[in-house]
Structures are given as structure tokens and as C-alpha cells.
């Protein structure tokens, strides 16, 4: 079974820009959940989405949304970019039947914002 | 304010010696998970435990879930420089969802 994909894997914005990342879901999972990784702050969640609908919404500012399609790839944008919104972005994808089920998790897009 | 405190941040061994690391909170969990992350890719699940009191092996790791359910513990024996890399403590709180994470123990097995 294909594992969680993420794309782009690098990203290269300057501060003002705008920016969209995917990412494709293993097989049969329906939830998708983004986090934020810093080495500050570590990981963060940022959202989760389960069948088009988000589910969970961690504590960050309106410049970050997410939206999940049919298919249950699920795509995040962040808006006027700020230089600390650079870091590893990761999703990670499950069955959706609750909190501590296990969560595959992608290889992350790294974002540097100049 | 960080949920989930892990301590030590940073550890280097040499290969052969024992490490325990530790995921401490004055959150009750309903569950906690371990995992591993190497540079460049995405964190992997170890284990997950459940139970207050809870101890499972992972050949030489040991996962240890405290009584109360508010922390945990890794130990591993006779590190391996294959067990390099950054391990995140990660739990769901009894009134919750999203998984929270420690910022996690960097560890260097040479």
C-alpha cells in the first residue's frame, strides 16, 4: 500500500506570498490532519479533515486553511506569508474512527519564507 | 505552554549503553503514543499505549505509561547508532482529539 504522500517536498516563498500544499492520503483513509514543525516549538496541529469537513482546528491564525476533496486528498493554504511561518509542514492520514488511532504521516514539505 | 514536557532535549551515547527518556505532563491522557522521526521524513509510530500502568516491548525498547496516566517513559537498552533520531511522545487528552506532541529527544547513538 502506498503511504502518505506530500507535495511539494520544498518551497522557496517571500514574505506577502501566498502558498498551497497536498497532500494524497494512504488508501481508504478518511482523515487527513496538518501539522506544523518547528524546532521552537515542535509539532503543532494545525487541522484536521474528515469526509470534506473539518473535524479539529488547532490554534492558529485564519491565514491557514485547509479543505479536503472527495477523494480524500486534502490541500493546505497558508495566506501573506510571514518569515515565521517557515517549517516543516507534515500531514498525516488515518481511518478517522477517533482520537489515538494510529496516524501515517508523510515526509513533510519544508517551506522557507524569505 | 508545551503540554507534553521531554526531557533530556539532546542525548548522545556511545553504542552498547542504556537511555531512558522521559514525556511528562499534569494532563491525563487517554492514550500516548511514541514516535521516531530521521531527517527528512516524517515522524513513524512506535507504540501506543492505553492503560494506566501499561509496559510493552518493542525488542530493546521499553514503553512505560504512568499509573496516573499523565506520563511516560522510553527506555532503551544496549543502544544501536540505528536508533538515532528524534523521538516525540504524542497523547490524546480524555476530553480531546488532535494529538499533542512533545518537542521531543534528539538522540545521537556513535
Known amino acids: 500500500k502506498a503511504g502518505v504522500t506530500q507535495t511539494p517536498r520544498y518551497l522557496i516563498k517571500t514574505r506577502g506570498q501566498q502558498v498551497t500544499l497536498s497532500c494524497s492520503p494512504i488508501s481508504g483513509h478518511r482523515s487527513v490532519s496538518w501539522y506544523q514543525q518547528t524546532p521552537g516549538q515542535g509539532l503543532q496541529f494545525l487541522f484536521e479533515y474528515f469526509s470534506e469537513t473539518q473535524r479539529n482546528k488547532g490554534n492558529f491564525p485564519g491565514r491557514f486553511s485547509g479543505r479536503q476533496f472527495s477523494n480524500s486528498r486534502s490541500e493546505m493554504n497558508v495566506s501573506t506569508l510571514e518569515l515565521g511561518d517557515s517549517a516543516l509542514y507534515l500531514c498525516?492520514?488515518?481511518?478517522?474512527?477517533?482520537?489515538?488511532?494510529?496516524?501515517?504521516f508523510g515526509p513533510g514539505t519544508r517551506l522557507l519564507v524569505l | 505552554t508545551q503540554l507534553l514536557e521531554q526531557s533530556p532535549q539532546f542525548l548522545s551515547i556511545q553504542e552498547g549503553e542504556n537511555l531512558t527518556v522521559y514525556c511528562n505532563s499534569s494532563s491525563v491522557f487517554s492514550s500516548l503514543q511514541w514516535y521516531r522521526q530521521e531527517p527528512g521524513e516524517g515522524p513513524v509510530l512506535l507504540v501506543t499505549?492505553?492503560?494506566?500502568?501499561e509496559v510493552k516491548k518493542l525488542k530493546r525498547l521499553t514503553f512505560q505509561f504512568g499509573d496516573a496516566r499523565k506520563d511516560s517513559s522510553l527506555h532503551i537498552t544496549a543502544a544501536q547508532p540505528g536508533d538515532t533520531g528524534l523521538y516525540l511522545c504524542a497523547g490524546v487528552r480524555n476530553s480531546g482529539y488532535a494529538l499533542n506532541f512533545g518537542k521531543g529527544t534528539s538522540l545521537l547513538v556513535t
Open positions: 498525516a492520514s488515518s481511518l478517522g474512527q477517533g482520537g489515538g488511532e494510529t496516524q501515517y
Open positions: 499505549v492505553v492503560t494506566g500502568g
